[in-house]
């Protein structure tokens, strides 16, 4: 039987309700469970894929091709389950679908209506494909009382009802505030919440209490009174000293034993969290610690690059050192900051994705710094095409090497790209196609060169990542760019679109058209994030 385990947030915002779903099924699949983590984001984009990193953080990237909330990158990172398209749905793309039907007449002259379309909508996603699982996890992103997020508090409380009795729980994260003046913790936001969500037809089953102090046991019993919960399911959840803690935390404060106990379980196994218990070792007992500075431009908000840092401090678990992120505002160097004063410290040097021209200009002179510095560099996607051109211009002799997404420009080193093979047959694109979902996106092949560095780094010539961009490399600059030691070892199957640049006579230089942090773990670190994390560990020492 697949059961269900609906996670709503109450009283704010950012309370991290998707960790704490990616912790508890952790917690599930360490007790030997199938699990698999969905998200409903109640927002009317359709996907967030348009949507600027500075609002809404990064685009996490599925193997499927899917442009998905950040949180499916945690759900990830802590489950190991490759997450699919079917595991993020927004409003937008449920009205999308509805609204698509509706003009294709499939209603059959039937009033279309939020109940019981949208809900029945809704209800299909949570439960596609899921024979195979034990648990699936559905978060509701927003906060209870939110206009927004009705059409799914609605369907998640029929869900329940449609399911059979103990076959779906309801689990509700709030937050108990310190109120310094007083010294005392406040429950009434948890019980205003909790009423809020009652008056929808929810009574949640476990409270999980974000709080800054230990809950004493008065208040979780108070909490428990008011709240109609057992003093048992009130389940504090300090701060943690990082976020790979929390599946330790969670256990310890008896939250998986909880959510079984709320379904009836009585004869799961212990969990087996040797894997965490490593990773906490490593991050506890760091030998070192390495610098690595982010010449990027979404540098104002860090959940912008997620997935990045997490896969720089996944690096720095699998070298056992500390891995210290100095996030550089690529422009200011095109401003007049000192880029030798900036960089100089670095012991390596990280060119991440991104888009459009601003701050092009300092990313390539970081790129250029760290090729004659000797100083370690990794190019992501946008990072890969600016060490393309900071190559052409500076040891290609190609002065006026440009991409065509700057401008028009006479030596297009990087294009659009018209054509490709992509999952559905051959696509095409033209200047004037529409932004959303239209980028080369998801998981692509490459053939790597025999002996390339990258060849050793991945112990394979054959690799599969994910892409999402709308430019490439232009391959017909192959030799000239090769002719100054910038060597293309990594290429499409059909050998058109170049994948991975390498420089052999550096210590460490390499660019990657795709997003290889998309799939790093801390149990699993990417080779990439490993062996880039080493050369800086071997930088530091010279330095
Ligand atoms: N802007 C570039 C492109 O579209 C790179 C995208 C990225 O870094 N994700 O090709």
Not at 77 to 104: C, K, L, M, P, W
Request: overall charge negative.
């Amino acid at each position: 039987m697949t059961r269900y385990i609906f996670i709503t947030g109450g009283v704010v915002s950012s309370l991290g309700k998707g960790l704490m779903a990616a912790s508890l099924a952790a917690l599930l699949q360490a007790r030997g469970f199938r699990v698999r983590i969905r998200k409903f984001d109640p927002y009317l984009n359709v996907d967030p894929g348009t949507m600027s990193p500075y609002q809404h953080g990064e685009v996490y990237v599925t193997d499927d091709g899917a442009e998905t909330d950040l949180d499916l990158g945690h759900y990830e990172r802590f489950t190991g389950v490759s997450a699919r398209q079917s595991d993020n749905v927004t409003q937008g793309r449920v009205y999308q679908t509805i609204i698509q039907r509706e003009r294709r007449g499939d209603y059959l002259g039937a009033t279309v209506q939020v109940i019981p379309h949208v809900t029945d909508e809704i209800k299909a996603f949570a439960t596609a494909d899921t024979e195979d699982l034990d648990f699936v996890l559905c978060e509701i992103g927003g906060t209870v009382g939110d206009i927004e997020s009705l059409p799914f508090m609605e369907a998640i409380r029929q869900l329940h009802n449609d399911l059979d009795r103990g076959q779906s729980i309801f689990v509700h994260v709030t937050l108990v505030p310190y109120i310094a003046a007083a010294g005392e913790l406040k429950t009434k936001p948890t019980q205003r919440s909790v009423r809020d969500l009652t008056s929808l037809g929810i009574q949640p089953d476990i409270l999980l209490c974000r709080c800054e102090h230990p809950l004493p046991d008065s208040e979780r019993k108070k909490i428990a009174l008011f709240c109609n919960v057992r003093p048992e399911a009130v389940i504090p959840a300090l701060d943690a000293s990082s976020i790979y803690a929390v599946p330790h935390q969670y256990h310890a404060e008896g939250l998986d034993a909880e959510v079984l106990r709320a379904f009836g379980i009585k004869d799961a196994p212990a969990p087996k969290l040797e894997r965490w218990d490593d990773i906490m070792d490593r991050q506890q007992n760091p030998e070192g610690e390495v610098t690595i500075g982010v010449v990027g431009k979404y540098v104002g908000l860090l959940d912008a690059y997620k997935s990045l840092y997490e896969a720089l401090n996944h690096g720095g678990l699998a070298n056992r050192v500390k891995v210290k992120v100095k996030w550089i505002d690529a422009e200011l160097f095109e401003k007049g900051d000192d880029i030798v004063a900036s960089l100089e410290p670095m012991h390596g040097i990280l060119v991440p994705g991104g888009f459009g021209v601003r701050g092009s200009e300092g990313k390539i002179e970081s790129v250029k710094f760290a090729r004659e510095r000797n100083v370690p560099f990794f190019g992501i996607c946008l990072g890969m095409q600016m060490a393309c051109i900071e190559g052409a211009r500076n040891t290609a002799g190609i002065a006026e090497a440009s991409t065509t997404e700057f401008g028009e420009t006479s030596e297009p080193v990087v294009g659009l790209i018209t054509e490709w093979m992509g999952k559905e047959g051959l696509q095409k694109r033209t200047a004037d196609t529409d932004l959303g979902g239209t980028m080369r996106l998801g998981a692509y092949p490459a053939k790597l060169t025999g002996n390339s560095v990258v060849a050793g780094i991945y112990g394979s010539n054959d690799i599969s990542e994910r892409h999402r961009h709308r430019y490439e490399v232009n391959a017909g600059y192959r030799d000239r760019l090769e002719k100054g030691g910038l060597i293309f070892s990594g290429m499409s199957p059909d050998g058109t679109l170049p994948e991975i640049v390498e420089r052999p006579d550096h210590p460490w230089f390499v660019g990657v058209q795709f997003h290889p942090e998309l799939k790093s773990k801390p149990f699993d670190p990417h080779p990439l994030f490993a062996s880039f994390i080493a050369a800086a560990v071997k930088q530091s020492r010279l330095v």
